[in-house]
């Protein structure tokens, strides 16, 4: 959690967040405003988190058409969670990094679909000529925390960051008619942490794709 809330790691984080500009969470705060936020709440805050009390708020609930008629669910968390949950994804993710499959390519550093797509191609040019494209039906709204969970304490050991994690998994769901939502399951699309809890929990089915040269993942619920 030191490494978390270290000033360095802070400032990297909120830097990433005030990039992406992004809408407000539940509480209405934008990015231009939460500058005034910090000054006047942040020490109140990181003894919250330090001690390990901390709530995060409800996720706000927006629905994205999807060409074929359905809709995705994204959930915003507020600007404080999000460069909370940034913080976050910069400490953790150097620890599961170098466990992921070498045909990942969805959210990771450095990597992304063109390079998916190069590497069906040297397959191609290898002699293989079928791929198997996969759609993982609503992964992101159906995953079990628990089996989550069990993963990350494999190489975390901070018992508040788990906790922490937990807590964002379960911090619920606003909708825009004012109805709230228990969230016992599933990751919700829109929080700097969720690309790396996404890739954590598909990363036994990457490795268990055979033959696993002929495989490339181009985003977490897809395999191309």
Not at 132 to 149: A, E, G, P, Y
């Amino acid at each position: 959690m030191e490494r978390v809330l270290a000033p360095e790691n802070l400032n990297k984080a909120w830097s990433k967040v005030r990039s992406n500009a992004g809408a407000p969470g539940l509480d209405g705060m934008t990015v231009q405003d939460f500058p005034a936020f910090m000054r006047a709440h942040w020490p109140r805050v990181r003894s919250m988190l330090m001690k390990g009390t901390y709530h995060p708020a409800a996720v706000r609930r927006v629905y994205i058409p999807k060409p074929d008629g359905s809709e995705r669910l994204l959930g915003i968390p507020t600007v404080l969670d999000r460069v909370i949950q940034q913080a976050l994804a910069q400490v953790l993710n150097p620890r599961f990094e170098g466990g992921f499959s070498k045909h990942s390519y969805g959210f990771r550093a450095g990597r992304n679909a063109h390079q998916a797509v190069r590497t069906l191609e040297v397959g191609w040019k290898a002699g293989y000529r079928h791929a198997v494209d996969c759609d993982l039906k609503s992964f992101f709204d159906t995953v079990n925390h628990d089996r989550l969970m069990a993963q990350l304490r494999e190489k975390i050991r901070d018992r508040k960051i788990l906790a922490l994690i937990r807590r964002y998994l379960q911090a619920g769901v606003a909708h825009p008619d004012g109805g709230r939502e228990a969230t016992t399951k599933g990751v919700p699309q829109g929080g700097p942490l969720s690309p790396l809890l996404a890739n954590i929990v598909l990363n036994p089915l990457d490795k268990d794709s055979k033959p696993v040269d002929t495989v490339s993942r181009a985003m977490p619920m897809t395999l191309s």
